[in-house]
Structures are given as structure tokens and as C-alpha cells.
């Protein structure tokens, strides 16, 4: 269609869904108005391209992927959708001859944060790719009502407050009454005529409410389908009519409990009940539904595997395994061996941590009294494995029910998230697992969407690049690679230059208007963005960034470069220590920031309330990219790719998928310092390796001694001396014995700075040489190794 007609076209809808779908004139509309009649006129459009895809899929009868994931970490879609559908230019325009400011329609939307980090985002990544691949899939999860917490900081200190994106109506949502199931939770078991019935005590409806998710060049278009917990019975009248108005409500409450709220847990357990309820309730209604697909156009379940590859994201659903066996055997009486050798063939799992508190295991009594079916079948899942294999690994164990022995035992396939996450994987974790099946573990390195994370982020370089390499790259980047040949070339690095500006630019705007804060643009901008965790490491760097105004306070005539230090991150609200770390670094900040011996060269800012579309401001403004943890905790990281996509640096351990970043990029264009994953084991054996470390590094010494003297908290001066003590007596994560190696790292990264072409030529190799880590290529993996799925255009 031509623009202009198109452009007359979209103003037409835009004002017929201001009147007809929202009640609304011109004169009195809102922000908010404007902003859902542009939705609902981009989702018309986006519908053709669903139900083409849908009936593609059933006259191929195809093989289709089914992702399971308790969180899809999702942010704003209006522009997501119309980079796909190519129109965004038109949008704008639209816009403004409606007399609205587009950026700030878009700006409105709120930000899905049905998730709590890496494992969220990248299944919100990995649905953009199904899609841009043409790969008929399914993604599965749970409509919060509460997504994850918002951030704000009182005094430094964080203090959570409950989200509500659904206080909006969700624009983007289909509601599908008519497609809801039974979850029953509870009750016993009993045997009749041969048959085992399950009498659930409780039951709720799981209903589904879709999503469109949309391809790159709307080409292909799949669903993302969620579950809202609903009570079977809506309402008690005879309560009511008693005079009982809250007991009339209650079944109602009590069902909806179920999906009301994302649990802020970022790789640590928490032994709820209502989380067990919660993987219960998906990963039933999930699996019911896809049974119910499958049995519309074919007949005999033990073809489910040629039709079906559940992937399960992380443990969460592993209930998945013993689900579809007791629907196999229960309701559609396949027997149970067969039933289980069906399910194996469906599943795939993988896993996102190694760390020991994040692998889900239900104490025993809880388990069987919420899920006594599934026990029961876990059980005999078990008997079986002990026997075929000789191996002594059960999942039933010392009173609990580990899900990653379940979800490995019962999938065709496990995958870590990194080549080293991987490795560890076999040699840790699973490894007596992987010695009884050693063909299962395979490696799927994580990717992200180059369309959000460099074409919808950072229009500047996207224009730079169009006009350089053409336009199609953003579905096959590794054209990226052709820009390598500019590196050198004056004007190129010249115009590389302005857009890393203009995307400081809109990041000291955005941050003024809403924090009250600006910086330097000609300052480095050093960012640490990602949830707060220990193993994480920000205390190194706030530690690094507190000896490097010691040493500049020291010598303040010195031609120091000048440095801006972002951090921004969640802390789960029961992690008492990632809170303190939170609360020190806006005190440091403090101080920092009002010093004026170093204020030209140091300043820190944390602004609150991190979340997807903070990222997409911050990632494309920055300069260098902090990848730091430990050296084999870290499982994958994700960010890491979308920073040097961006062409930020990395200073970085050789951890998760750092290793493989550092192989692409060029060692020469990566900081690397830091203990290997094998040394930190090593290092661990070692007594009193954190006094040592420090007693060793005069500097280190020295800013321990001013954080426990109270320089950066005069009110309270012992507030951190549990941290201090912490460094000295056990240290984990090493923060003592890597500080010095990134302490003199980051001055290498002050030199290469201050040389502007090499740190520019280094840059764009940077953004030149991650085409590898698009989410395309990593689901083609998944498709080629795991699902044995097919592309259908
Ligand atoms: C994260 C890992 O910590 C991160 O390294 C990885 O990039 C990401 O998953 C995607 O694979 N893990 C989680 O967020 C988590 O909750 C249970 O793991």
C-alpha cells in the first residue's frame, strides 16, 4: 500500500476506535485514549497475519512448539508491533497530524513485567524468533494480575510496591471465555475396575486469555496464550443472601489468588505452597490444551510427539512430565509405560542456574498432599529409572521431590544456556545424571531479539547501519559482520560517535525529567544493569568505583577520565543482603556525588525501578558493559549481548556466555580479568583466601576500612559492618580476590578511553561481530537439536 494512503487509512481506524471502541471524542481524549485507539487499530491489522499462520499450521498438520515459562518478561509491545508491520514511520506521522506526540503515546503503555530477569526476557525473546522463523508455536504462562514489584527507594533503601499493569485494560489480549479447564488441587486417590481416579479436594478454572506475537515483516504470527485463575463457582448467593457479603465472595478470592501475583524470586526458591499451585495450575491447563489441539485433527495420542515439543523453561512446569502421563493414562487409558515413553519423547528442559538455592525441590509432604496423583506417577517414573539404569539418583529424596532430577529423568533432552553453563552442567548438577545419559545434555547459547535490542532501541546506529550495509540485517544478523571493513575509517567512526551521543542525549533527558539527574556526555558511561544479586557482583564494582575516587580525591590535578557509573536492579524483597547492597550504593552515591575535589570526574546514579523499557534507554546510551560475576555462576547472562550490540565494551570475567562474546568479538576488543571458573573452585579450597586477598591489596584494605568507619553513613556508622565482616570471614564470591585484577583492569579501560579511534574501531567490532547472538540462530538450534521443527514459509 502506498504511505500516503495508508497513513489516510490509519487515521481513519485510529479515530473510529477513539469513538466506537472507547467511547471517546477528539476534544476530551487522553493519553492514555490515544494510545489504546493506536493499539487497537495496529492489532486490526495484526489479526490476518495470526489466523493466516493458525491455518497454515492445521492444513500442514504441523509440528508445533509449546514453551513452557512461568514468566515472560515482555515490556511495551505498540513499537514491537509496528517494527513488524513496518509502519512505524507512518505512526509517528499519524500521530502528529492528530496533534499527538507519538514517543509519548508510546511511552504510556505499561511496561509487561511478568517476569523477574534473564529467564523471562529471553522467553520473551525466544517468542519474537518462533515467530520471525515462521515456526508455528505456542507460548504457555500465567497472567499475573501483579507483575513484579516497582522499585522505589526511601532513604536509600528499597521498598516495594505492588504493580498493576492490568489496572489498564490490556489492549494487546484476546479473552477466550469459552476455552478454560479444570485444575483440581488436593483430595485422594482412589482405584476402581482398574482405574486410578484422582478425587481433587479443590478445583479452579484455568482460563485463556491470547496474544498475538508478531514476526519480523509480519510474515508469521503465533500466540502467546496465558492462564487466569477463575473459581468454578462464582458466586455463594445463599451466603450473600444470609448477609454474609464476604463469604459470598470467597471462592471467588480464593481462585483468583492463584494468578494474582509473579513471585519476585530471582534464582531462589521459596518453599510456598502457593507456588507449587502455581506451576500446578499453567503447566495443567497448558498441557490440556495442547491434548485437546492435538485430538481436533488427529486421533491416536501416541503420535503426540510427531505433533508436540514442550519445552519446559527452567523446572517451573516440570510438573509437565507427570501431567500429560496421568492425562495419558487416567482419562485417555494409555498404559503408563507407554505413557511415559510418549511423554519423554515431548519434553525438553532447560536449565538457567547452577546456583543450589535456585534448584526447586517440595518438601515431600507438601507435594503429596497438593498433587497426590502426580506422586503417586512420580513414584513409579522412578522405580522405572532405578531399575533401567542401575543408576542411585532419585527424585524422591530425603523427604523432598527435586524437580531437576524429574524434569531431566523424564525429557528427551536437557539444555544449558551457555557453551561453560553447559560443561558445568555435566560435571556439576547432573553429572552423575548425565554419566547414565550421556547423550541427553545438549548447548542452546542464549540470544536476543536484534529487532527490540538494536533496531526498535537504538535508531540512530539502525540508521547508520541501514545506510552502510542495506536493510536486512534485522533477521539475519550476522550481516553485522560487514561492518567490520569501516572500523578504520574516519567518517564511519565519526558517525558512530554522534549516535552513541544521541542515545546519551536521550538518556540525560529521560533521566532529567523523571530522577532530576544529568551527566557529562563526554563522560564514559559505565553500566551494571541487572538484578541485584551477590554472585552478580555489584559490591566489586561499587568497592572499585570507591578506591577510584580515593585515588583521584589523592591526586585531583591528574588527567583522570572522567567516569559515570549507572547501576539499576531489583533486590528480591526477602534477600537481606542484596538489600543492604542496594542501600550502600545510593550512600556511597551520596557522598560521591557531593564531593567537589571529584565531582568533574565521578559521579553514581541508580535510578529505581530497572524494567525492560529502562534497559532499552540505558543499553544504547552506554560505553562500557559490567559483566562480572563470579566465574561460573553467572549461567548464560543475556544483557551482556545486548551491550555489545550496542557497542558498549565489556570489562568481564570468563563466565556464562562472556566466553563466547570475547571468541566473536576479539580478545583484543574485550576487558577480561579475574579468576576462571576452575581456579574460583580452587580458590574456595584455600584457608582464609578473603583476609589474604585483602591484607594483600593496600587499596581494597583501605575501602573496606572506610565503609565500616562510616564514611558513607555518618548517621549510622556501623550500618555496614556486617558487609565488611562478610568480605573478610567468608567472601563466596570472591570480591576480594578478583578486586585487584578488575581494579587495574578498569584503568586499562580509562587509557583506551581517552585514545577516542581505537575505543570507537574496538566499538563498532564489538557491534560488528555479535550477529551470532541473535535469538534467531539460538531457536534454530533448539528447532535443529531438540523440537525437530519446521519452518512454514
Ligand atoms: C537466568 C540466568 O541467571 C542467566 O545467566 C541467563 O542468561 C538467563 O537465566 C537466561 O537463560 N536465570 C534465571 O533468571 C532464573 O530464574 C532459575 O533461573
Known amino acids: 500500500m502506498n504511505t500516503k494512503i495508508f497513513q489516510i487509512k490509519l487515521k481513519q481506524e485510529i479515530l473510529r476506535h477513539l469513538k466506537y471502541s472507547l467511547g471517546k471524542d477528539q ?107 515462521g515456526i508455528p508455536a505456542y507460548g504457555y504462562g500465567i497472567r499475573y494480575e501483579h507483575g513484579l514489584f516497582e522499585q522505589h527507594f526511601e532513604n536509600g533503601q528499597q521498598i516495594e510496591t505492588a504493580e498493576g499493569w492490568l489496572a489498564q485494560r490490556n489492549v494487546w489480549e484476546f479473552e477466550r471465555p469459552e476455552v478454560s479447564y479444570p485444575i483440581g488441587f488436593g483430595g485422594h486417590v482412589s482405584e476402581s475396575d482398574g482405574r486410578t481416579v484422582w ?70 526458591e521459596i518453599g510456598k505452597e502457593l507456588r507449587l499451585k502455581q506451576e500446578y ?24 510427539p510427531d505433533k508436540a515439543a514442550i519445552q519446559l523453561n527452567d523446572t517451573h512446569p516440570a510438573i509437565a512430565g507427570p501431567e500429560l502421563i496421568r492425562l495419558l493414562t487416567d482419562v485417555h487409558d494409555i498404559e503408563i509405560f507407554e505413557a511415559i515413553d510418549i511423554t519423554r519423547k515431548c519434553l525438553g528442559y532447560t536449565n538457567h542456574t547452577l546456583l543450589p538455592e535456585a534448584l526447586e ?86 540470544g536476543i531479539t536484534p529487532r527490540r535490542w538494536l533496531y526498535s532501541c537504538n535508531k540512530p546506529l539502525r540508521e547508520l547501519i541501514n545506510s552502510t550495509i542495506g536493510t536486512k540485517w534485522p533477521d539475519n544478523l550476522e550481516r553485522l559482520k560487514r561492518l567490520a571493513k569501516h572500523a578504520d575509517d574516519a567518517s564511519f567512526q565519526g558517525e558512530f560517535r554522534a549516535a552513541k551521543r544521541q542515545n546519551k542525549e536521550r538518556l540525560i533527558s529521560w533521566l532529567n525529567e523523571r530522577n532530576g539527574v544529568t551527566f557529562n556526555p563526554d563522560a564514559m558511561l559505565d553500566v551494571q544493569v541487572k538484578r541485584i544479586h551477590e ?82 534507554i540505558l543499553i544504547p546510551a552506554s560505553d562500557l558493559s559490567e559483566q562480572i560475576s563470579t566465574a561460573g555462576k553467572e549461567a548464560s547472562g543475556t544483557g ?78 556501623h550500618r555496614y559492618g556486617s558487609i565488611v565482616q562478610m568480605m573478610y570471614e567468608s567472601d563466596y564470591f570472591l570480591v576480594t580476590c578478583d578486586f585487584d585484577s578488575y581494579f587495574d583492569t578498569q584503568r586499562k579501560v580509562d587509557e583506551a578511553y581517552k585514545d577516542t579511534k581505537l575505543w570507537t574501531k574496538m566499538a563498532i567490532l564489538n557491534t560488528a561481530n555479535v550477529g551470532w547472538f541473535s535469538s534467531d540462530r539460538t531457536i534454530k538450534g533448539y528447532a535443529k537439536d531438540i523440537w525437530h521443527t519446521k519452518s512454514l514459509y
Open 27 to 133: 476534544g476530551h481524549s487522553t493519553p492514555y485514549d490515544w494510545r489504546m485507539a493506536l493499539s487497537l487499530a495496529m492489532r486490526d491489522m495484526v489479526v490476518d497475519p495470526w489466523f493466516d499462520s493458525t491455518r497454515k499450521t492445521y492444513e500442514a498438520n504441523a509440528k508445533r512448539v509449546y514453551y513452557l515459562s512461568m514468566e515472560f518478561l515482555i515490556g511495551r509491545l505498540i513499537e514491537d508491533v509496528a517494527i513488524n508491520l513496518g509502519f512505524e514511520d507512518v505512526a509517528r506521522e499519524t500521530m502528529r497530524e492528530l496533534g499527538q506526540d507519538y514517543s509519548r503515546i508510546v511511552a504510556n503503555e505499561p511496561d509487561a513485567a511478568l517476569g523477574n530477569g534473564g529467564l523471562g526476557r529471553l522467553a520473551a525473546c525466544f517468542l519474537d524468533s518462533l515467530s520471525t522463523l
Open 199 to 268: 478425587h481433587p479436594a479443590e478445583t479452579v478454572r484455568a482460563q485463556a486469555y491470547d496474544a498475538p506475537t508478531l514476526g519480523w515483516q509480519a510474515k508469521w504470527c503465533n500466540t502467546l496464550r496465558l492462564w487466569a485463575a477463575k473459581p468454578t463457582r462464582k458466586f455463594d448467593l445463599e451466603s450473600f443472601n444470609r448477609g454474609d457479603f464476604l463469604g459470598a465472595s470467597a471462592p471467588e478470592a480464593l481462585a483468583r489468588t492463584i494468578s494474582r501475583v509473579l513471585y519476585p524470586d530471582d534464582t531462589t
Open 281 to 304: 495450575f499453567f503447566t495443567s491447563a497448558s498441557i490440556q490444551d495442547l491434548i485437546r489441539r492435538f485430538l481436533s485433527t488427529n486421533d491416536d495420542l501416541r503420535n503426540l
Open 361 to 446: 525441590r517440595w518438601p515431600e509432604h507438601l507435594f503429596a498432599r497438593i498433587l497426590p496423583r502426580h506422586y503417586r506417577i512420580i513414584e513409579i517414573i522412578q522405580d522405572q529409572h532405578l531399575k533401567e539404569t542401575g543408576s542411585n539418583i532419585r527424585i524422591i529424596d530425603h523427604g523432598n521431590v527435586n524437580m531437576g532430577e524429574l524434569a531431566f529423568i523424564m525429557a528427551h533432552h536437557v539444555n544449558g544456556v551457555s557453551a561453560l553453563h553447559t560443561e558445568l552442567v555435566k560435571e556439576t548438577v547432573f553429572g552423575d545424571l548425565h554419566k547414565v545419559y550421556p547423550k541427553r545434555i545438549v548447548n542452546e547459547t542464549n
Open 535 to 616: 554472585y552478580k557482583r555489584q559490591l566489586m564494582n561499587l568497592l572499585e568505583t570507591i578506591a577510584y575516587w580515593n585515588e583521584i580525591k589523592e591526586n585531583p590535578t591528574k588527567d583522570w577520565t572522567p567516569r559515570v557509573k549507572v547501576f539499576g536492579g531489583k533486590a528480591a524483597p526477602g534477600y537481606e543482603v542484596a538489600k543492604q547492597i542496594i542501600h550502600l550504593i545510593n550512600d556511597v552515591a551520596k557522598v560521591i556525588n557531593n564531593d567537589p575535589v571529584t565531582k568533574d570526574y565521578l559521579q553514581i546514579i541508580f535510578p529505581p525501578n530497572y524494567n525492560v523499557s529502562m534497559a532499552e
Open 640 to 717: 551482556n549481548m545486548k551491550f555489545a550490540l550496542n557497542g558498549a565494551l565489556t570489562i568481564g570475567t570468563l563466565d556464562g556466555a562472556n566466553v563466547e562474546i570475547r571468541e566473536h568479538v576479539g580478545a583484543e576488543n574485550f576487558f577480561l580479568f579475574g579468576l576462571t571458573a576452575s581456579e574460583v573452585v580452587e580458590r574456595r579450597n584455600e584457608p582464609d583466601y578473603a583476609r589474604r586477598a585483602i591484607e594483600a591489596s593496600p587499596r581494597l584494605y583501605r575501602v573496606l576500612n572506610q565503609i565500616a568507619s562510616g564514611v558513607f553513613s555518618p548517621e549510622e556508622t
